[in-house]
């Protein structure tokens, strides 16, 4: 507990940052690294963690490394129970089909089945001397970490990152903001508090729809003393009159949000980080990169979600603004936990 962690970043050499490199000799070549950056001092266990995982739990990692450091075991893998029947298509047999891990002439049940598991490609533990002996990850006795399967999913292609992305909000959910955690809110205009869409008449007067639960929330946010902006690049008459229909300072016509951000939170003493902005295009993305808590509207452009701290449910112009004034202040937007009704006696 007394010692103190260090995270490092080692680059890879260009031989072994190509698409044919093999994760062992990424792995090796941060050995190296490490140990020459400690001074002579050698790591007992190394541990792999593949990105493409996104589901990896820290009980994962902690199973692994705990089955090489303390529990005897050489190298260890993350592993889901697998009850599926796997097909091999070859000229191997004279039909040219196989069963691999099973006999294609008996089908018994899963239950009579012995239990396989499949690799899950998230998370590895080695003893480093036997690595280094090896030079692969899977030697001497192998420890089996079970995982949950519906945690396993290996992104190869965009498909799985699709399918990633549609599990996310189920298998991990993003922490939200809570009014502890904020001193001010910043929004985009455009795409944010309005579906996105322009209504031009023939004279080139444009309109937009907003929504009324929006201004509910921004007006319990301001009662509550939230300091709040509105802050957009459009120079539109609109952005003007909505800002001062709802009370809320507006910085619009600006060509770096970023910095207009900068400089309000500078003359205000608010820390950057303690700021919640919510955006919905690549223009706001800046601004991500300031705040603490960016936020995105569920219509965001996918690159905006990816980036987003926090995602709402509700899209742009449909009252996602009302959603993240209940995630600050509660359902009832007033900072406190509604009385429960209390029940009706029945005859």
């Known amino acids: 507990m007394g010692e ?3 995270l490092h970043c080692v680059a890879r050499p260009a031989a072994i940052a190509g698409d ?21 001092r050698t790591a007992d266990v190394v541990l792999l963690v593949q990105c493409t995982s996104p589901f990896l ?44 891990n099973h006999d294609k002439a008996v089908r018994p049940r899963r239950q009579d089945r012995p239990q396989d598991f499949l690799e899950t490609g998230a998370a590895y ?48 959910p993003a922490p939200l903001p809570t009014r502890a955690d904020v001193d001010a809110v910043v929004l985009d205009f455009d795409g944010t508090q309005t579906d996105d869409r322009v209504l031009v008449d023939s004279d080139g007067r444009e309109t937009v729809a907003v929504h009324r639960g929006d201004g509910l929330g921004i007006a319990a946010l301001r009662k509550a003393g939230v300091p709040l902006l509105i802050l957009s690049t459009e120079q539109n008459p609109v952005v003007a009159a909505r800002a001062h229909k709802l ?58 979600r990816a980036a987003a701290r926090a995602v709402t449910t509700t899209p742009g112009g449909s009252g996602a603004i009302r959603e993240i004034a209940a995630w600050l202040l509660g359902p009832t937007l007033t900072g406190s936990v509604p009385a429960p009704v209390p029940a009706v006696p029945t005859q």
């Open 247 to 304: 009370r809320v300072p507006v910085l619009h016509g600006v060509d770096r949000k970023d910095l207009a951000l900068k400089q309000w939170c500078e003359e205000r003493s608010v820390d950057p980080q303690r700021v919640l902005y919510v955006g919905n295009d690549v223009n706001d993305l800046p601004c991500f990169g300031l705040a603490g808590w960016p936020v995105a509207v569920a219509s965001a452009h996918d690159v905006v």
């Open 57 to 100: 739990s820290r009980e994962d990692v902690d199973g692994v490394a705990r089955a090489v450091a303390r529990e005897g075991a050489d190298t260890a893998v993350t592993v889901a129970p697998f009850h599926g029947f796997v097909w091999r298509d070859g000229s191997a047999v004279e039909d040219g089909t196989y069963g691999v």
């Open 4 to 6: 103190e962690t260090r």
């Open 125 to 172: 533990a080695m003893d480093v001397t036997g690595f280094r002996a090896h030079r692969h990850r899977f030697f001497g006795h192998t420890a089996l970490v079970a995982t949950d399967p519906a945690r396993t999913l290996e992104i190869d292609d965009p498909h799985d990152l699709d399918r990633a992305r549609a599990l996310a909000p189920l298998l991990d």
């Open 20 to 40: 044919t490199a093999t994760s062992e000799a990424a792995v090796l070549h941060a050995l190296d690294a490490y140990e020459a950056m400690a001074h002579g």
